[in-house]
Each structure stands twice: as C-alpha cells, then as structure tokens.
C-alpha cells in the first residue's frame, strides 16, 4: 500500500474544520439558551418587584397595641410584633399592614422567668 500524505492532511484538515464548525454552532446554542433564560427570568423579576411595590403604597397603618414591644419582625406585608412578657405571659401578634388588621395573636406562657425571649 502506497503512503499519500495529501489524503491524509485532507482527512485531518475536514476534521478540523468540522470538529471547529461543530463547536461553533454549540457555543452559538449554548449562549443562546443562557441569553433567553435570563432574560426570562429578568423580565419575571421585574414584574415581581412592580407587583410587590404597588402592593401597599397607599396604606398606612396604624395599632394601638397596649403592651411593650420587645422586637417587630417585617415579613412581606406582615409583622410580627414580639411584647415584652407581662406577669408569665408573652404575646406575639401577626399584622397585616396592607389590610390594616391583626390576623393572630399568640400566647406564650413562661414556667421560668429566667428564660425570656
């Protein structure tokens, strides 16, 4: 058998050429596919962060808790306020602001004073 050399470079140079077109096309598809996840995703969080800022923008709220506060957690359009114990009993309310009403309140009795929260 006869030993060409100018098939086997044009073996290797098609191979090259279609191994460098193939990853071409897959960096093409893969930026395209990131590209338009993200931009998904952009678009639904900006959506969701005009949703959540119309929420309560025109609500102010007001309560007349009759205790001490302790801490007051912001969850969303809620807090949870946290009062100060009273006797062996601590409150926790949950209130709504956009609706302008408490939703919960719950009582936590302490057995041992030494264990406020």
Known sequence: MLYNKKDELRFIKFSVYTMGLILM?????????????????FKEN????????NVCDTTSSALTLGMEVRQIIKDGD???ILSEPNGDVQKIMIFDYCKNKVLNTIYIKLHDKNLNI
């Open 25 to 41: 096309i897959g960096a093409i598809a893969i930026t395209y596919i990131v590209y338009k996840r993200n931009v998904f995703v």
């Open 78 to 80: 809620k807090l949870l």
């Open 46 to 53: 900006k959506q969701q962060q005009i949703i959540k800022s």
